[in-house]
């Protein structure tokens, strides 16, 4: 079943929310077994309490027949007693509910009670009608019979419902059950605690480590590097994930188009014009006596834009080489200051035509490098500041080493380079000057190839403008030592 990241928060927040609503339920009955347990301890102080006031009542009878004071008030009181101790085992009866020995039981005494009440409304009545001559005697006669009854209503374990009754009032579970619900209550927030933060912890570290997966291969998409697997699941980091590998899968297609379109151009330019320019070379020498002056500059500018193209060409073979990451770097010990050197003879040929002077001052410079890629990087420096200098003027380069790097720097006198632009200055195809980029040639590639081969032998490269004019490209690598 696929899940969103919606359904899979909604289904975290559910797991603590179910163990609530259990731990809710459990609490609600011990809330009703509270309940319970408090009318249960009710009813049983009614029945004691019931129980206290028919003994009261029953000790009134005894004593009032013990001392019988004849006919009058004193039957009326008996009388009233009496059917008050037949509504107080109503009670009892009522209070038993489903308890059917206690029902019985009090039925017995209520019924023995009724039987004494009949005997009790006849003397009474034999006595109202004045045919008892001895009126004492008959009372004696119906207290022992009223005895008989009373008897018989404790022979049927009336007053064992006052001891039943204090001794269910004293296994009161309501304390216990209240410490139950304490205890529930405690442990029910310590684990929902536990549970919400597990929950959260193992949720976060998921999304998080999909996150992070999705965010590496964004930035190999970038890089160009091979991606990562794919996330797995179906909701939106997944779908994203997938996103990003088809867009890979296609850029490495219209990347490798792009290289053989590269590759084949190049190799079509290159010898074309390796062959135009051998036959100009070849016109030129064998008709130097016959050539006048503009077609001798004819010749000149031939070769000039043969050279210009086949730079570009070789340009444009280096950035793919560096993007395809199949351009080799083969570093040995060497002496910078040779490569510095190899540099400044091969721009010899460019200074002569603008009369521009180089000033040296160079070092010792012992490095691990590749001797070739570094001499291309200070050729192409120096061909810059040759080509950006205004004629007659001066370019310096240093040398330096110092606490273990080695900086290289290439000042010139030309306009420098504007502050918005020296951070973009080493990006592919930009130029400071259009005009003057037009007019000088260039591809726009060579501070991006100067760049990239420098940070592969872990160097770093700058430029900056001098005051009052001028610019300054500089380099910094580890020395060897």
């Not at 009372?139 to 022979?155: G, M, P, V, W």
């Not at 120096?382 to 370019?395: D, E």
């Not at 080493?401 to 306009?415: A, H, M, P, R, T």
Request: aromatic share 6%.
């Amino acid at each position: 079943m696929k899940f969103s990241l919606l359904h899979k928060g909604l289904l975290l927040v559910s797991i603590p929310l179910c163990f609530e609503v259990g731990i809710f339920a459990m609490l609600l009955h011990l809330q009703n077994e509270l309940e319970a347990e408090a009318s249960r301890l009710n009813r049983c102080r009614l029945i004691g309490d019931t129980v206290a006031k028919v003994t009261s009542e029953f000790l009134y009878l005894e004593e009032t027949f013990q001392h019988f004071p004849g006919p009058g008030p004193a039957l009326m009181g008996v009388h009233q007693v009496i059917n008050d101790m037949l509504a107080d085992f109503d009670k009892l009866i009522s209070l038993a509910g489903s308890d059917l020995t206690m029902k019985n039981d009090v039925q017995k005494c209520a019924s023995e009670l009724a039987a004494a009440n009949s005997d009790f409304e006849e003397l009474r009545l034999r006595l109202s009608t004045g045919e008892v001559e001895n009126k004492k005697a008959e009372a004696h006669a119906f207290r022992n019979k009223f005895y008989i009854h009373l008897r018989n209503i404790t022979s049927f374990g009336l007053w064992h419902l006052a001891s039943r009754s204090a001794k269910e009032i004293d296994s009161d579970r309501s304390s216990a059950i209240r410490k139950q619900a304490v205890v529930l209550l405690k442990c029910a927030l310590t684990v929902s605690c536990l549970i919400g933060f597990l929950s959260a912890a193992l949720y976060s570290k998921y999304l998080i480590a999909r996150l992070q997966n999705l965010s590496r291969n964004a930035t190999r998409v970038g890089q160009r590097q091979a991606l990562l697997p794919r996330v797995a699941g179906d909701d939106e980091i997944a779908r994203v994930d997938k996103a990003l590998h088809d867009a890979a899968a296609e850029i490495n297609q219209l990347q490798q188009v792009r290289e053989e379109i590269i590759g084949m151009v190049s190799h079509d330019i290159r010898s074309p014009l390796t062959t135009i320019k051998c036959i100009g070379d070849a016109l030129v020498a064998s008709l130097d006596e016959h050539l006048d002056d503009e077609s001798r500059q004819n010749f000149k500018n031939i070769d000039e834009n043969c050279n210009r193209i086949l730079s570009i060409s070789k340009d444009l073979l280096d950035i793919q080489r560096l993007d395809s990451g199949t351009m080799v770097i083969e570093k040995s010990e060497v002496d910078m200051r040779d490569c510095v050197q190899a540099a400044i003879k091969a721009t010899e040929g460019l200074r002569h035509n603008r009369s521009i002077s180089i000033e040296p001052h160079l070092v010792e410079a012992p490095a691990l490098v590749d001797p070739i890629r570094i001499e291309q990087v200070v050729t192409n420096l120096l061909s810059n500041a040759i080509k950006f200098s205004p004629r007659n003027g001066i370019v310096t380069v240093e040398l330096t080493n110092k606490d273990g790097w080695l900086y290289f720097s290439v000042s010139d006198q030309g306009k420098g380079i504007p502050a918005h632009l020296r951070k973009d200055i080493f990006n592919r195809f930009q130029q400071v000057y259009i005009d003057d980029a037009r007019l000088k040639g260039g591809s726009g590639l060579g501070l991006a190839i100067a760049k990239a081969l420098i940070e592969a032998h872990g160097g770093k490269i700058g430029a900056e403008s001098l005051s009052p004019k001028g610019s300054r490209f500089y380099f910094s690598l580890r020395a060897e030592s």
